[in-house]
């Protein structure tokens, strides 16, 4: 079966937020004063998640991605990962996180069947890591990322949300991070779902801009898309370095067209698009005991509702109430 929206798109990547929940601090994601976390009533139990998952990857939904926040605050995500693996029909189990705990089990999830892990790394130099995460870890963070290297989870990528004036100046260490490491950096625009609402437009940088940075310093080959769908446009190092540049580029070049993508929050509800500004409770639905028919039907209900396109670009564009931390990565 193949899970299709009103515009003809087959959806078949499903991120799961497993906690809105985060140790770090990023200003773009989450703010600095306390956070009014959801009742952990309210947070889908280890269970609910894998009943809805069934329930999707029986749709035709086969790439599944653990996110939160920080998916690895929640206890025992190895149980979570490892049932999530054994789910007939999924091709590919990955988990973005921002690698605090990675070092010590990397090695953990990538025997429970995690396959690959993406770390969100915003800076490479100390000072500018505390200033954008407001936590001095980034030793922590990098020592994480080796330990997903050693544990053979493949590929690492690394996110690196792009803030004019604040980081772009990193493009090309970045660049010689990913040779030294041969890893998968990716520069994505910097989005307006930040909690303070600091977003504009000149803070944004086009990834073609630090592309071209890079490639005067590392001449770069394209790779060609594995999918219509895939996010980021890929480039080698054309000297046959190893690793790779990518350039997720939502606000300069939307790829909405070809979006496989659907979000289902830590919450329970149903996102069709990261800049919706409706959602729908799928939790409420599961919880007054609904069958596995009722839910999927409910499930391609709300997929027919996804969005054509966001509306960044549109002088009537209305942010999303809820951040990055609480729709999930």
């Known amino acids: ?185 990716r520069f994505i625009e910097f989005m307006p779902l930040d909690n303070g609402k600091v977003w504009r437009r000149e803070l944004v940088v086009p990834g073609e801009e630090l592309r071209r940075r890079i490639h005067d310093v590392y001449p770069l080959a394209p790779v060609r898309s594995e999918s219509p769908s895939e996010t980021a446009r890929r480039w080698r190092f054309a000297d046959g370095a190893p690793g790779e540049v990518g350039f997720i580029n939502p606000v300069t070049q939307p790829f909405c067209g070809h979006c496989s993508r659907i979000r289902l929050t830590a919450d329970g509800m149903i996102r069709t698009c990261l800049f919706s500004t409706a959602e729908h409770n799928l939790k409420r639905l599961l919880r007054a005991g609904a069958s596995r028919d009722e839910l999927a039907a409910f499930i391609v209900a709300a997929v027919d509702k996804k969005e054509d396109r966001h509306h960044i670009n549109d002088p009537e564009f209305v942010q999303p109430l809820r951040t990055m931390s609480c729709i999930g990565g």
Not at 13 to 27: E, M, V, W
Not at 51 to 79: H, N, S
Request: contains cysteine; glycine residues 8%.
């Open 1 to 185: 079966m193949t899970l299709r929206d009103s515009h003809g798109r087959a959806i078949r990547d499903l991120r799961i937020s497993i906690t809105d929940r985060c140790n770090f601090r990023c200003f773009y994601c989450m703010p600095q004063e306390a956070m009014e976390w959801q009742p952990k009533s309210e947070i889908l139990s280890y269970e609910e998640i894998l009943a809805l998952a069934e329930v999707f990857v029986a749709l035709g939904v086969t790439k599944l991605r653990v996110t939160g926040g920080e998916p690895m605050l929640r206890r025992d995500v190895e149980a979570l990962v490892a049932r999530l693996s054994g789910i007939a029909g999924v091709e590919d189990l990955a988990l973005t996180t921002n690698a605090h705990f990675l070092g010590a089990r990397a090695r953990g999830l990538r025997e429970a069947g995690l396959r690959r892990v993406t770390i969100s790394l915003d800076s490479l130099d100390p000072e500018r890591f505390a200033l954008l995460t407001g936590r001095n870890e980034l030793p922590v963070v990098l020592g994480g990322l080796d330990a997903a290297l050693e544990a053979g989870l493949s590929p690492v990528k690394v996110n690196c949300v792009v803030i004019g004036g604040v980081n772009d100046d990193q493009a090309v260490r970045f660049a010689a991070f990913a040779r030294e490491k041969g890893i998968q950096v």
